[in-house]
């Protein structure tokens, strides 16, 4: 039996992140994975898709380098070697990850992780046959792909987004079940190789859970370059016929493609994880600092439910264990940036206009459009624009948009903002660098204060 302090249940952003702040803090740390350091996000996820994504932007710069004044043959790009570039990252990634919690001092298990109580941990399968006792736990088991009801995916043809980096070329035609992000950025990936992409999509607009100004742009680019796009669109079943995937919608219409994406979303990963044992059934019921009903367990990460991003992970993990140290920062859903990478990219962060009326707040939004901003211009990067929301009474900004630019990488700009309810006058006059992108978002700012 070996003793710690605080034992992690999973090795992803989650629990990596718990393991080094802990070990850090000089606590005991002992962390169980029962597959790959890394979890989703290394392996099948974020990064995997960044990989992609970034050859897919460096391909399209090379079409378009007449554009930037020098003419070149850009040869036919081949999937399979973007491909191997994304293990060679993901490899990178991954050591990393065993170095980091090496030299932290954090102590690694190999094998499946089962509770036998509220201290207690089985080492169930695996290299280590152990048990562990612990003071603290942490829940980091991150999520599986949610299942369509009465599909049964076969890995082959029809696939699930954990058997996406296994694709090595690219099929003739694809449909997406599901309008989300996954979905939405793997479907304009596949776009650029000439794959026949359709999404479905049961709500009437793709990214249903982000600002619906998002989903409505996507569509029209989507469009554009000749993804089919059906919303409000439900799918009765689906089988694999001839070696095809064969769809039947709600409305009776039969679809048939080479391949079929299964995108509902992701559930959390709880089996076989012994919440029996401390009275559980689930791990829905943390409170905001990520503690379980049983006072010294927490759950963070996919786990937990709440929002299924390895940001919202990371910042998990970070408030778990300064709470279990005495140090309350409680973890702040509402400011948690919610990122698309596609072409052009999406990140939305705090309330949309709707959500904020049904608080009873007064919102007002201005926007400014990328194609009057000089850095955009001088890029070549014109689609798009910045939405920004603030509340009349208070003046301050609750939320934001960004489509196109470098969203992903602004939207902290305005999530620090909103997090620390910036006044929309005090916003305007933060001085932000000459040519950027985020000028934009001062431009919009300038316009929402015309309006208070
Ligand atoms: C295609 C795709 C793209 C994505 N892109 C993004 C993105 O761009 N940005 C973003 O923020 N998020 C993205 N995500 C989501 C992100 O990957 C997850 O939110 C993140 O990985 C969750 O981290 P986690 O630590 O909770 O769980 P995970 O990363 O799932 O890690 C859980 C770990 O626990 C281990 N484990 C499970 N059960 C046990 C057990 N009983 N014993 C021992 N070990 C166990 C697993 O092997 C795994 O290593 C994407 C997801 C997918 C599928």
Same mark, same amino acid.
């Given at each position: 039996?070996?003793?710690?302090?605080?034992?992690?249940?999973?090795?992803?952003?989650?629990?990596?992140?718990?393991?080094?702040?802990?070990?850090?803090?000089?606590?005991?740390?002992?962390?169980?994975?029962?597959?790959?350091?890394?979890?989703?996000?290394?392996?099948?996820?974020?990064?995997?898709?960044?990989?992609?994504?970034?050859?897919?932007?460096?391909?399209?710069?090379?079409?378009?380098?007449?554009?930037?004044?020098?003419?070149?043959?850009?040869p036919d790009p081949v999937f399979a070697t973007l491909v191997n570039?994304?293990?060679?990252?993901?490899?990178?990634?991954?050591?990393?990850?065993?170095?980091?919690?090496?030299?932290?001092?954090?102590?690694?298990?190999?094998?499946?992780?089962?509770?036998?109580?509220?201290?207690?941990?089985?080492?169930?399968?695996?290299?280590?046959?152990?048990? @562990?006792?612990?003071?603290?736990?942490? =829940? #980091?088991? /991150?999520? *599986? $792909?949610?299942?369509?009801?009465?599909?049964?995916?076969?890995?082959?043809?029809?696939?699930?987004?954990?058997?996406?980096?296994?694709?090595?070329?690219?099929?003739?035609?694809?449909?997406?079940?599901?309008?989300?992000?996954?979905?939405?950025?793997?479907?304009?990936?596949?776009?650029?190789f000439?794959?026949?992409?359709?999404?479905?999509?049961?709500?009437?607009?793709?990214?249903?859970?982000?600002?619906?100004?998002?989903?409505?742009?996507?569509?029209?680019?989507?469009?554009?370059?000749?993804?089919?796009?059906?919303?409000?669109?439900?799918?009765?079943?689906?089988?694999?016929?001839?070696?095809?995937?064969?769809?039947?919608?709600?409305?009776?219409?039969? @679809?048939?493609?080479?391949?079929?994406? =299964? #995108?509902? /979303?992701? *559930? $959390?990963?709880?089996?076989?994880?012994?919440?029996?044992?401390?009275?559980?059934?689930?791990?829905?019921?943390?409170?905001?600092?990520?503690?379980?009903?049983?006072?010294?367990?927490?759950?963070?990460?996919?786990?937990?439910?709440?929002?299924?991003?390895?940001?919202?992970?990371?910042?998990?993990?970070?408030?778990?264990?300064?709470?279990?140290?005495?140090?309350?920062?409680?973890?702040?859903?509402?400011?948690?940036?919610?990122?698309?990478?596609?072409?052009?990219?999406?990140?939305?962060?705090?309330?949309?206009?709707?959500?904020?009326?049904?608080?009873?707040?007064?919102?007002?939004?201005?926007?400014?459009?990328?194609?009057?901003?000089?850095?955009?211009?001088?890029?070549?990067?014109?689609?798009? =624009?910045?939405?920004?929301?603030?509340?009349?009474?208070?003046?301050?900004?609750?939320?934001?948009?960004?489509?196109?630019?470098?969203?992903?990488?602004?939207?902290?700009?305005?999530?620090?903002?909103?997090?620390?309810?910036?006044?929309?006058?005090?916003?305007?006059?933060?001085?932000?660098?000459?040519?950027?992108?985020?000028?934009?978002?001062?431009?919009?700012?300038?316009?929402?204060?015309?309006?208070?």
């Amino acid at each position: 039996m070996k003793r710690y302090d605080l034992v992690i249940i999973g090795g992803g952003p989650a629990g990596y992140t718990a393991a080094m702040a802990a070990a850090q803090a000089n606590m005991r740390v002992g962390l169980v994975e029962n597959e790959r350091l890394g979890g989703v996000c290394i392996h099948k996820g974020c990064i995997p898709t960044k990989s992609l994504v970034a050859s897919c932007r460096f391909m399209r710069g090379l079409q378009h380098a007449e554009d930037f004044g020098m003419p070149l043959q850009v040869p036919d790009p081949v999937f399979a070697t973007l491909v191997n570039r994304q293990k060679r990252v993901v490899g990178k990634l991954w050591e990393q990850y065993r170095v980091d919690l090496d030299h932290a001092g954090v102590m690694l298990h190999r094998g499946f992780a089962q509770l036998t109580g509220p201290n207690q941990i089985k080492i169930a399968a695996g290299y280590d046959d152990d048990n @562990l006792e612990a003071d603290h736990i942490i =829940l #980091a088991t /991150g999520s *599986v $792909p949610g299942e369509v009801p009465g599909v049964k995916p076969d890995g082959k043809i029809l696939l699930t987004t954990d058997h996406l980096v296994q694709m090595t070329t690219v099929p003739k035609s694809m449909i997406m079940l599901g309008g989300g992000y996954v979905a939405c950025t793997y479907g304009s990936i596949l776009r650029m190789f000439g794959c026949e992409v359709t999404i479905i999509e049961k709500s009437d607009r793709l990214l249903p859970s982000y600002d619906p100004e998002a989903g409505q742009f996507i569509q029209k680019q989507f469009e554009r370059k000749g993804l089919k796009v059906l919303l409000s669109t439900t799918v009765a079943s689906a089988s694999v016929e001839n070696n095809q995937a064969c769809l039947t919608l709600d409305s009776g219409e039969k @679809l048939i493609s080479e391949r079929a994406l =299964l #995108a509902p /979303g992701r *559930v $959390p990963n709880i089996s076989n994880l012994g919440l029996e044992s401390i009275g559980l059934s689930d791990t829905s019921a943390v409170n905001e600092f990520m503690q379980l009903p049983v006072e010294n367990i927490y759950a963070t990460g996919d786990i937990s439910g709440i929002s299924m991003l390895a940001h919202s992970a990371i910042a998990q993990a970070r408030t778990a264990v300064y709470h279990l140290q005495g140090r309350p920062a409680p973890y702040r859903h509402e400011f948690t940036p919610k990122c698309v990478y596609t072409s052009p990219e999406i990140a939305h962060v705090g309330l949309t206009a709707e959500e904020a009326r049904s608080r009873g707040l007064q919102p007002l939004t201005a926007s400014f459009p990328f194609s009057a901003v000089g850095r955009a211009v001088a890029m070549g990067e014109l689609d798009g =624009l910045v939405t920004l929301t603030a509340d009349a009474k208070s003046h301050q900004l609750i939320g934001g948009l960004i489509i196109g630019g470098q969203a992903a990488e602004m939207i902290s700009l305005i999530t620090l903002a909103t997090q620390r309810r910036v006044p929309v006058e005090e916003f305007c006059h933060t001085i932000i660098p000459h040519p950027t992108f985020c000028e934009a978002i001062q431009e919009a700012a300038w316009k929402l204060k015309a309006q208070l």
